[in-house]
């Protein structure tokens, strides 16, 4: 029911920035989280980054000081990256998390988009 359409990404030199945009529609519930997971080829998927609709903000420790996550009223979420390294290169997920009333939490993801840090 939560349809996830991302944007941005690409190639960037070391020291570069991005945004990472992603559109939520559908049914978010009163509460949920909207964020970015990340996962480079043969690692784990990471929490990068996400952000409640009450403003309650997470980070990774590894991006913290460097990416901005934020979102609006069209329930549009925004990573902001910063000197990015090539340890940020990796494919980024946006995720959604709602809590239904009465029902267990739903997670949704988007297809990902590439992110390569690279000179």
């Known amino acids: 029911q939560v349809h996830l359409v991302e944007s941005g990404g690409g190639l960037v030199q070391p020291g570069g920035s991005l945004r990472l945009s992603c559109a939520a529609s559908?049914?978010?519930?009163?509460?949920?989280?909207l964020g970015w997971f990340r996962q480079a080829p043969g690692k784990q998927r990471e929490l990068v980054a996400d952000?409640?609709?009450?403003?309650?903000i997470n980070y990774a420790n590894n991006v913290r000081g460097r990416f901005t996550i934020s979102r609006d009223s069209a329930n549009t979420v925004i990573l902001r990256m910063n000197r990015l390294a090539p340890d940020d290169t990796a494919v980024y997920y946006c995720?959604?998390?709602?809590?239904?009333?009465?029902?267990?939490?739903?997670?949704?993801w988007g297809q990902g988009i590439e992110v390569t840090v690279s000179p």
């Open positions: 995720n959604a998390k709602v809590y239904p009333i009465r029902a267990p939490l739903e997670t949704y």
């Open positions: 559908g049914r978010l519930f009163v509460h949920n989280t």
């Open positions: 952000i409640s609709n009450s403003g309650e």
